[in-house]
């Protein structure tokens, strides 16, 4: 077993969240170390890969489950002005990248699609003209139209409208300002900056232990894939990006911060066709509405995809299970993760969550007509010869400790620090990447308190709206969403 000298910080995982911290980091504090240990050969091989996420760029302007219709019909807007303008907080640390020429090429990451939500349905149709009468006078909407003019909307994207009933009822909103994203370019990019300038990667090294030293300091155990050698690492502070594998790191660490916590793996598919006909006639992101008592996560949408420079197109989700954590993980993964203390919380979890049991129950069991049927509801033309499947990547839904309920279940990710600051980690999903940037944010403020004050001009020149409210200033919006727009040549 060998030791080596100590290091600043230590990355676990070689996705787009470690990426990212490592990045702010490095434009914050030049002169720390900082070391990444990723156990697969090399990053974005999980949910960081193009085609094991969305890609959408999520920034709510067509994900209908952020505008949720209250009991009085009125339509809440709140999450989805969170999640814009966390995006658009991570949109000006990108574009920051790109103006100081740390990240090339813009194109490579990030290309402008229009963000539709189509819908089909009377009672649908009312829900989205509500919808869309609450955001379009927002400055973070700015630009979105609304049609129920099948006319139109063949305008817009013309293969959800041919081959359809006339009779239907349909409406749909777009907007120009959204994007697709290809996680991996960017994880890529970020990478790239830093180990350029001086941070160290470590791929096939596997985590297998952390422990706190009396000094604070961590010791982390790793096995070398390569020859199997144990290795033991010192670090002054510990992020634990490592997506579905996050859990069990938290857990082997001991802190009392991640007591409770337990996760609800769910595994999804897609259906992706490149033929490049196909391809041109629907060239947007189109959510729609997911059915009656499906969880959010499954929300069906039709997307363009860009990735390496070459479109295609992608439909889905459809759920199905593994107890794997990681896309590359072990069966054993749910099991390993259970301990004492998030045992009742997940009972209670399973307990009060039947319908989604049963959803998946019946996700899975779905033969392949079924699931193309669903593409059709989008896509009345399409033909089976076209379209095959992927498997995307895992996705491990927080279960956390609840005192009335025993324990909730929750679609978002949820940021685990300790007490002294010296280990964190990250748990959840979706929004997951496209704020990467705020969430990581959130870990500098809460482990790195004493050196907030004296970052704090560095990050406003790296995201000027640091510390404002986009969605409370108009004015600023504006110039923001213009700024990054010509930064990253979204044209």
């Known amino acids: 077993m060998s030791t080596q000298p100590p290091i600043d910080v230590a990355l676990i995982g070689g996705g787009v969240m470690s990426a990212t911290l490592g990045a702010l980091i490095k434009q914050l504090q030049p002169d720390w170390t900082i070391t990444i240990f990723e156990r697969l050969s090399d990053v974005a091989r999980e949910s960081s890969n193009p085609w094991n996420n969305a890609g959408t760029g999520h920034s709510a302007l067509c994900e209908l489950n952020y505008t949720p219709e209250k009991p009085d019909g009125t339509i809440e807007i709140s999450s989805a002005v969170k999640v814009n303008e966390q995006f658009q907080i991570s949109r000006q640390f990108w574009a920051h990248l790109v103006a100081q020429g740390l990240m090339p090429d813009p194109q490579a990451f990030i290309n402008p699609v229009p963000h539709m939500s189509f819908v089909w349905g009377e009672a649908n149709v009312v829900y989205l003209r509500k919808r869309f009468e609450a955001l379009k006078d927002h400055p973070l909407f700015a630009g979105m139209e609304y049609s129920e003019d099948a006319a139109v909307i063949r305008k817009w994207a013309p293969a959800m409208i041919d081959g359809r009933l006339k009779s239907e009822k349909i409406a749909a909103t777009k907007i120009d300002s959204g994007t697709d994203i290809d996680f991996g370019a960017l994880t890529n990019g970020l990478f790239d900056y830093i180990t350029d300038n001086g941070a160290d990667l470590r791929t096939e090294h596997t985590v297998t232990g952390l422990r706190q030293q009396p000094d604070g300091s961590w010791r982390i155990r790793l096995k070398q894939e390569v020859g199997m050698t144990r290795v033991d690492v010192s670090a002054r502070f510990v992020f634990v990006g490592a997506g579905g ?50 969880p959010p996560m499954s929300v069906p949408h039709l997307d363009t ?31 390993a993760s259970v301990r004492p203390h998030n045992l009742l919380p997940m009972l209670a979890v399973g307990r009060d969550n039947l319908d989604l049991t049963w959803y998946l129950v019946k996700q899975v069991l779905a033969s392949r007509h079924a699931k193309f049927a669903a593409l059709t509801e989008f896509m009345p033309n399409a033909k089976p010869e076209d379209w095959y499947e992927i498997t995307a990547g895992q996705r491990v839904q927080v279960i956390k400790k609840d005192d009335k309920k025993g324990g909730v279940l929750q679609f978002g990710t949820e940021v685990v620090t300790s007490a002294d600051g010296t280990i964190a980690g990250l748990l959840g999903a979706s929004p997951g990447a496209s704020t990467a940037v705020p969430i990581m944010l959130t870990v500098l403020e809460r482990c790195f308190p004493e050196h907030i004050a004296g970052w704090t001009p560095t990050i406003k020149k790296m995201i000027p709206s640091y510390g404002k409210a986009l969605a409370e200033n108009a004015v600023l919006a504006r110039k923001t969403i213009a700024s990054t727009k010509k930064a990253l040549a979204i044209t």
């Open 245 to 294: 594998g996050a859990l069990r790191l938290l857990q082997k660490s001991g802190i009392p911060e991640a007591r409770g916590f337990g996760g609800f793996p769910v595994s999804g598919q897609f259906l992706r066709t490149d033929n490049p006909e196909l391809v041109a006639r629907h060239q947007a992101k189109a959510y729609g509405k997911a059915a009656v008592g499906s």
């Open 305 to 335: 995809r860009i990735v390496d420079g070459k479109a295609s197109l992608m439909f889905g989700p459809y759920a199905g299970f593994s107890p794997k954590f990681l896309k590359t993980g072990s069966w054993l993964d749910l099991v």
